[in-house]
């Protein structure tokens, strides 16, 4: 069975660009999970989606926002990019019940210069 | 404020040693428990996980204790192989709070030496 794919892997905008990032997850889990990874930081929780719909919502600016389509793809978008976002995402699949264990994705590299 | 707290950045044992690594966590919310290994350039991957109604969960070489009364939980990697070296991260999770969403440590590198 695949596991969770992201695109793309890699990335570099500069500052006051938009970016979006896609994750597949794995073949019929239905929620998906987004994480921020920065050096010190460890992982930090930006939202999840089940169903299309936002489930939960970590404390991030609403610069960051995300959606979720039928087949349960999801993108994440960052509008205004600022250096500070500078880190690797990550995206993580379930089930969906509060049990499942969270999947992750290879994550996309983003550098804002 | 940082909930979930590995305070070992790094940790360097012999090749068929034990390897422990600690974590420790504030919120009394927290029910679930999990260890995440992360490789460079990959995701992390689920290696183990422990509810709050055990102390200890065991499998394989991965072993799991939670001491509850100290907010402190442990993994024990016995023995440890090269293979091992790699950054392993902590989770917690509220799933009483009806969110599976993970709050996550800073981690700690693990070297094997062969």
């Known amino acids: 069975k695949a596991g969770v794919t992201q695109t793309p892997r890699y990335l570099i905008k500069t500052r006051g660009q938009q970016v979006t990032l896609s994750c597949s997850p794995i073949?019929?889990?239905?929620?998906v999970s987004w994480y921020q990874q920065t050096p010190g930081q460890g992982l930090q929780f930006l939202f999840e989606y089940f169903s299309e719909t936002q489930r939960n919502k970590g404390n991030f600016p609403g610069r960051f926002s995300g959606r979720q389509f039928s087949n349960s793809r999801s993108e994440m978008n960052v509008s205004t990019l600022e250096l500070g976002d500078s880190a690797l995402y990550l995206c993580?699949?379930?089930?969906?019940?509060?049990?499942?264990?969270?999947?992750f994705g290879p994550g996309t590299r983003l550098t804002v210069l | 404020d940082q909930q979930v707290k590995q305070n070992s950045p790094s940790l360097s044992v012999q090749e068929g040693r034990i390897s422990i690594l600690n974590c420790d966590y504030t919120?009394?919310?927290?029910?679930?428990f999990l260890w995440y290994k992360k490789y460079p350039a990959e995701g992390p991957t689920f290696l183990i996980s422990i509810s709050s109604i055990k102390d200890k969960n065991e499998d394989g070489r991965f072993t799991v204790f939670l001491n509850k009364s100290a907010k402190h939980l442990s993994l024990h990697i016995v023995p440890s192989q090269p293979g091992d070296s790699a950054v392993y991260f902590c989770a917690a999770s509220a799933r009483g709070g009806a969110t599976n969403k993970l709050i996550f440590g800073t981690g700690t590198l693990l070297a094997v030496q062969p």
């Open positions: 919120n009394s919310m927290f029910d679930y």
């Open positions: 993580a699949s379930s089930w969906g019940t509060l049990t499942d264990t969270q999947y």
């Open positions: 073949s019929g889990h239905r929620s």
